[in-house]
């Protein structure tokens, strides 16, 4: 067994036990009983709920505004008006792509989250550039959080040729899923932007993450499109939809029907609980065997000037749209910030358990729906065995457990 490099001394765990965590490697080496002895270095965490790291599993890191004065909203309330408002206004802020993603990634981290899924745009326009500038923010902020990467055609596919190309392209560069947008509505071709992203996603054997903000009957037929063709090219469990409120719109026994579908192929829903639009069945997608898992979506951004990239706080916007008020059900929507969010990133060693990696938030509450209803403020964020966030606030290095407590 490795050397215990620290011990974070009181910690209340989830179930309620009064532990001691030993950290080794930056991972967990042993939960004890509180109160043993230890020669190690010691953080006190002073009976602070201890949880493991969030998910969020939908952000956008290249659109974000976090770091510059506040800019109203300036987009019409239209999703193509938006498309071409960032067009307009990313390429010339004041700050680049890579600082105001990194901005973002220590925000998210400093609200505990562990592991970002984030959709990068990738268009005629901008090419690659904005990929560019969010791999150099994954690499510069790599001991905060794990950032995926989606190639997001925000624009269109088969509207913009050339799109494919670029896909291609951006996952060759770095890109860890190709990703695809409303196949009927944006392109009026569902067979060749599905087709096409399906075909990327083969060649290089990576995942798929589908915007699908289509309603009805409309977003039904590309649901049943995208389960088809994750079952033909063998991805079961590397597919997310991405929103998917047509599932919202479908009568009971058509959602378990399209429930059934989806499981079988092993795709995957992630929502944010929008306002105005009918919110997926979460509970009947879980019972009947889809993952579903939650995200951000935009933080304070073009296209929207809401988000503080805090999961519990997204867990508890979805809870209270999907009427979830007993602690079984707000345990859902803890579920989907957490574990159901690792599983669908493929995050291996997740969770508080021995041997997991030691990426855990702490703060003031007695349970998990507690800290769910209630997201109070973080008080440390651990990433690896090490403190990255105090308070609110992204350390400017990240620092050993002891030397921290040494310090503050
Ligand atoms: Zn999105």
Sequence with gaps: MPPIDAVLTNALLPDGR??????AQGRIAALADAGGTTSAPTLDL?????????????????KTLIGLPWMGHAAEPNRMSRIETDKKILPHLPLKTAERAANLIRLCAAQGSA????????????KLSKLEGVLEARDACRDYATVQ???FPQSGVMRRPGTLDLLDQAVRAGADLVGGIDPLEIDR???????????????????????LHEPGAMGLFNVQEICLRTRAAGLNGKVTISHGFC???????????????MAKAGVMLVTHGAAGLNLPPIALLRDMGVTVFAGNDDIRDTWSPYGNADMLERAALIGWRADFRRDDQVMIAWDLATASGARALGIPDYGLAVGAAANFVTLCATCIPEA??????????????KVVAAHG??????ADPAAYAKRN
Aim: charged residues 25%; negative net charge.
């Design 18 to 23: 009064r532990a001691d965590i030993a950290l």
């Design 46 to 62: 002073q009976n602070a709920l201890v949880l493991p790291g969030l998910v969020d599993g939908h952000l956008h890191l290249d």
């Design 115 to 126: 592991h970002l899924r984030t959709h990068v745009d990738i268009d005629l326009e901008g």
């Design 149 to 151: 990467i989606v190639a």
């Design 189 to 211: 071709d569902p067979k060749g932007q599905l087709d096409g992203i399906f075909k990327i996603a083969e060649r290089h054997g990576v995942g798929l993450d589908i915007h």
């Design 247 to 261: 599932l919202g719109d479908l009568a009971e026994s058509k959602q378990r029907e399209t429930a059934d579908l």
């Design 372 to 385: 769910v209803a209630a997201h109070p403020p973080r008080h440390l964020v651990f990433h690896r065995g």
């Design 393 to 398: 606030h992204a350390l400017d290095r990240p």
